[in-house]
């Protein structure tokens, strides 16, 4: 198990780790406190690529957390930046929500949303907007042998009555119909999680994943080097871990466990 008392750079996911959809977890506000007392750094790391990083913001606020961008390092901020890498220039038919396909050009990610010649890249969000016509539009575009990219690999998104269809399911469905697979941007790659570690100057020692999903936020620890907290307040369970090879450093009931286990570890 991490030594819990070297951590000061904390990368959290949101859904099912601190809340879900507007329930705020108990022991998520006395545990981002308590980050900053230790003189640590917290940074909300999510794979939903619906909604802005600005949304983002208001919701925390709704929930009593006060946060500002510079807090929250998405999937679609990754997907940027792999896409002004290997694509500079090349125009993308971007299939996801309106705020998805504004965050791509704000990035200076050349979009469309419909067919048109000259489409050079396929980019899927997680779409809570999706239409069978953007299905029928992407089968065109993979058909006809433009790249694929997917901003995140997420099966499902949770909610207050269950789950959803995330990117991964829509792209799964892609596949069956193309047999076109996507690059996958976001957890569990580890970009994320090095773009944190960079950006506030932490070292893989200091810094610990902590999340819901065995195959997204686990995965991106262990793929990045650093410790990975699961915790069972979201999609992954016990049951999980006996037939997964993506294995945490260490497992907790919930924030409020994990923040428990932290005060006892300081010294």
């Known amino acids: 198990m991490g030594n819990l008392s070297q951590k000061r750079l904390f990368l959290l996911d949101m859904d099912g780790t601190i809340y879900l959809d507007d ?3 108990d022991g998520t506000v006395d545990f981002l406190h308590y980050v900053r007392e230790i003189g640590g750094k917290y940074l909300f790391l999510t794979n939903n690529s619906s909604r802005s990083v600005e949304a983002y913001v208001e919701k925390m ?10 807090d929250f390092l998405t999937s679609v901020d990754a997907t940027v930046l792999f896409l002004r890498e290997h694509y500079p220039g090349k125009l993308c038919y971007a299939s996801g929500t309106k705020t998805f396909r504004e965050q791509l050009a704000q990035g200076g990610i050349r979009i469309t949303d419909h067919l048109e010649d000259g489409i050079d890249v396929l980019v899927a969000g997680f779409d ?3 239409t069978f016509q953007k299905l029928e539009d992407s089968c065109i575009l993979l058909n006809r042998g433009v790249d694929f990219i997917a901003a995140n690999p997420d099966w499902v998104c949770p909610t207050w009555y269950g789950y959803v269809p995330d990117c991964g399911s829509v792209c799964e469905m892609l596949f069956r119909a193309t047999g076109r697979r996507p690059r996958f941007i976001g957890k569990p790659q580890p970009e ?3 773009l944190a570690m960079e950006r506030f100057g932490y070292d893989k020692a200091q810094t610990m994943v902590v999340g819901d999903r065995l195959y997204t936020d686990i995965a991106c620890g262990i793929n990045a080097g ?5 915790v069972l307040s979201g999609e992954g369970t016990l049951e999980d871990l006996k037939t997964s090879d993506t294995q945490p450093t260490m497992i907790y009931e919930n924030i409020r466990a994990l923040l428990n286990a932290m005060r ?3 010294p």
């Open 192 to 194: 994320m999680a090095l």
């Open 264 to 266: 006892e570890e300081q």
């Open 61 to 70: 606020a709704r929930l009593g957390i006060q946060t500002t961008t510079e």
């Open 226 to 230: 650093i410790d990975a907290c699961f």
């Open 128 to 130: 809570t907007e999706l």
């Open 23 to 25: 329930d705020l977890f």
